[in-house]
């Protein structure tokens, strides 16, 4: 039997060539669109909005690289765009070949549903730290010319680390769902929701006097440290990873009781 680790990014190469090129080429273009910014060519636009909304969105200083950047690239296009690969690669690992019929046939080899899940996790991982490499080359590519040195490669290293944890919670999130319904119906709906309630909260529970809310999610530890202003936040870090396995556990766990679709 093939290694299933193998199989998987295999059969999804695809899906994440496509995930890996958008969201770097994405991330790259609205990168150089810095220099315009600075020169204040959206300030008017910017001043326009209310102050409140500019700290939710983390655009009070977009005359710095660092600030540009964690409003738009890092901030809400680049996550976007990966989470989605992380939402669609979770529901599929479990929930998608249960739903095929194909999920009964692999296991009838010897390969215990552990192992399956941990190989499909593992999956799910390697694509993730594959965008993140990716977007990495990318910004540090445009760096120059878009003139964002005053953020070091460290700095972009810190951010695209946690872009990597990022997406793998929110595929764990939607593997965890999938095993414990196998429904991948029921897996996208509530990990999509769980990301929006979320994101929600890491913006907006400043505005409506709830900001213990923000700690609830996992775009804080993302990107409330600023990483790319203070380098690697190792609490943030620390804490996502933790979560993915704790989530890692439960779905473990709920795959290996559960009487399975057939």
Not at 53 to 68: I, K, N, T, V, W
Not at 234 to 256: E, G, H, R, S, Y
Request: net charge neutral; hydrophobic share 50%; aromatic share 8%.
């Amino acid at each position: 039997m093939p290694d299933l680790l193998t199989k998987t990014l295999w059969d999804g190469r695809r899906g994440l060539a496509g995930f890996t090129t958008g969201t770097a080429l994405l991330g790259a273009m609205y990168a150089g669109f810095y220099p315009q910014v600075a020169d204040g060519a959206m300030g008017q636009t910017v001043q326009g909005m209310s102050p409140a909304l500019r700290q939710a969105l983390r655009m009070e200083d977009l005359s710095s690289a660092a600030g540009y950047l964690g409003s738009s690239v890092f901030g809400i296009i680049v996550p976007l765009v990966a989470i989605i690969f992380g939402i669609a690669t979770g529901t599929r690992a479990i929930a998608g070949d249960e739903e095929a019929g194909y999920l009964d046939l692999l296991l009838a080899h010897p390969v215990s549903r552990t192992r399956l899940l941990l190989h499909r996790f593992a999956a799910l991982s390697a694509g993730a730290v594959l965008i993140a490499v990716v977007v990495l080359l990318a910004m540090l590519a445009v760096r120059p010319g878009a003139q964002l040195d005053s953020i070091t490669v460290g700095q972009f290293t810190a951010q695209c680390l946690a872009l990597a944890l990022l997406i793998i919670v929110f595929g764990t999130i939607a593997i965890t769902t999938g095993a414990a319904t196998g429904s991948r119906p029921t897996a996208l709906a509530a990990t999509a929701g769980i990301a929006v309630l979320t994101y929600a909260a890491s913006t907006l529970a400043g505005q409506i006097g709830a900001d213990i809310l923000r700690y609830a999610s996992p775009f804080h530890y993302y990107i409330g440290g600023e990483p790319l202003r203070n380098g690697f936040q190792w609490a943030d870090l620390t804490i996502l990873t933790t979560t993915t396995a704790v989530l890692l556990t439960i779905a473990v766990a709920a795959f290996n009781r559960r009487d399975l679709t057939s």
